[in-house]
């Protein structure tokens, strides 16, 4: 690939313009070292803001986390892993999926410091995992995970999630008590999907939680303590800060997530320097240590964990735009909104039949996303090892096998891991010490 010629950096860029800073010609890509002109820099960044938004969002409706707070945090972990990974490999740090089970588990109680603490010790985890591969090299995550454990655990998040999307995101009155607001939203996401092209359509959650939001508010179905909360809001002022506290029953929950985290971090490298023709392996370490930190920055202040977005490696394919000037918009603009109160209480506004048609897609595209690394890496499932260790942890997963021991209690999540690994390497290892070794 021939690249754009482009002017030098400035003393005080990291970034050099990429042409003229107004297009980009047919075939070329604007690389993560090149910007465009600010204006329109600032313009993609909005737009990986805009499509971060309805995903990191979600996360903290179910949760009982602070949206505001959570959307903060993940502007600072974004500014964060962008240092640490020296610019060179773009990403937004949105809300993962893969801690809203063993969040509500750990914060059954209400008191939502124990997950917090859970968070940050999964971060620290993933940290150190990060430092390993970043001395040792990436070899021996593809070992451990192969295509057909990942797949596996990624499917096994969102069916074990489902009984959460029947409840309105667990948030107490659930889907039933209004069934028709959960339906409409879910028509509008289907909808919106198929109706619009391009970069709308990958906002389909989002405006369909809008239309859903607004069929609410006609039917006078929002909670009219979340609305006077929104009227008493101030526009500017602090988020909404919880201190994390420890225990060994909510870390035994949580950190199995960081074996969903490795594989989201690693298919993310993988993906953009397939878009950029570039190899980044060198840099995989760099991005565990990132999201690990910015992880445990999160978990410390009472935000979500976090993770690499896939929604926005779709606005970079769209836009072929891989600039990290870009992204460092994104995460200012996610910092600046998360100082405003007002914009956080209008998320809590949002009601349980609107997050239970939402989450119902959602949880859907997670399981499914499962099946797209099956088959996006050709698994073979004639080979009774991979198809009985996709098999195991989805059961495990699905019914949500819970085994408590004494404080400790392990769920469907945490037992579906260890299921997916013990039964792949297990099965594996026995293959090999059955088959006979060639004689010489």
């Known amino acids: 690939m021939t690249e754009t010629p482009t002017e030098p950096r400035s003393r005080w860029s990291p970034w050099s313009l990429h042409g003229d800073g107004r297009s980009v010609t047919p075939g070329?890509?604007?690389?993560p070292g090149e910007r465009l002109s600010w204006p329109r820099t600032l313009g993609i960044g909005v737009q990986h803001v805009v499509a971060m938004f309805g995903a990191t969002f979600t996360v903290p409706l179910i949760t009982g986390f602070p949206p505001a707070t959570t959307l903060f945090f993940s502007g600072v972990g974004t500014l964060l892993f962008l240092v640490i990974t020296g610019n060179r490999l773009p990403s937004y740090l949105g809300?993962?999926?893969?801690?809203?089970?063993?969040?509500?588990?750990?914060?059954?109680?209400?008191?939502?410091?124990?997950?917090?603490?859970?968070?940050?010790?999964?971060?620290?985890?993933?940290?150190?995992?990060?430092?390993?591969?970043?001395?040792?090299?990436?070899?021996?995550?593809?070992?451990?995970?192969?295509?057909?454990?990942?797949?596996?655990?990624?499917?096994?998040?969102?069916?074990?999630?489902?009984?959460?999307?029947?409840?309105?995101g667990g948030s107490g009155t659930g889907v039933k008590a209004q069934p028709l607001i959960a339906v409409f939203t879910l028509v509008a996401i289907l909808l919106a999907t198929v109706a619009f092209r391009g970069f709308a359509a990958r906002l389909s959650i989002l405006l369909g939680v809008v239309a859903g939001w607004l069929f609410a508010a006609a039917l006078g179905g929002l909670d009219p303590k979340a609305v006077d909360g929104l009227r008493?809001?101030?526009?500017?002022?602090?988020?909404?800060?919880?201190?994390?506290?420890f225990s060994l029953r909510a870390t035994v929950l949580v950190i199995p997530v960081i074996l969903v985290l490795i594989a989201e971090n690693a298919g993310h490298v993988k993906a953009v320097a397939a878009m950029t023709g570039r190899n980044l392996d060198r840099d995989?370490?760099?991005?565990?240590?990132?999201?690990?930190?910015?992880?445990?920055?999160?978990?410390?202040g009472g935000g979500s964990g976090t993770t690499t977005y896939a929604e926005n490696i779709g606005v970079m394919a769209a836009t072929r735009v891989y600039s990290t000037a870009a992204y460092w918009m994104a995460g200012l603009a996610a910092v600046l909104l998360g100082l405003s109160p007002k914009f956080g209480a209008l998320i809590l506004t949002v009601p349980a039949g609107v997050l239970g048609g939402a989450t119902t897609a959602?949880?859907?595209?997670?399981?499914?996303?499962?099946?797209?690394?099956?088959?996006?890496?050709?698994?073979?499932?004639?080979?009774?090892v991979n198809l009985m260790t996709a098999a195991v942890a989805l059961i495990v997963g699905a019914a949500n096998y819970?085994?408590?021991?004494?404080?400790?209690?392990?769920?469907g999540i945490a037992l579906g891991t260890a299921a997916a690994l013990a039964t792949y390497h297990g099965m594996r290892l026995v293959a090999r010490l059955r088959t006979p070794t060639p004689a010489r």
């Open 232 to 245: 008493k809001a101030a526009w500017v002022g602090l988020p909404e800060f919880h201190a994390p506290s």
């Open 402 to 411: 819970t085994l408590t021991t004494g404080d400790l209690s392990f769920n």
């Open 95 to 168: 809300s993962s999926f893969a801690f809203i089970a063993p969040v509500l588990a750990a914060k059954a109680g209400g008191d939502i410091g124990p997950a917090l603490g859970g968070i940050v010790v999964a971060g620290a985890a993933l940290a150190a995992v990060g430092l390993v591969v970043q001395l040792a090299g990436a070899r021996w995550i593809d070992a451990l995970m192969p295509p057909v454990v990942t797949g596996a655990i990624v499917a096994l998040i969102g069916l074990n999630l489902a009984p959460v999307a029947w409840d309105g």
């Open 28 to 31: 070329d890509v604007v690389h």
């Open 362 to 384: 959602l949880y859907g595209l997670i399981a499914v996303l499962g099946a797209r690394i099956w088959i996006e890496n050709r698994v073979d499932f004639h080979d009774p």
């Open 284 to 300: 995989m370490g760099r991005a565990f240590l990132g999201d690990g930190l910015a992880t445990m920055l999160a978990g410390s």
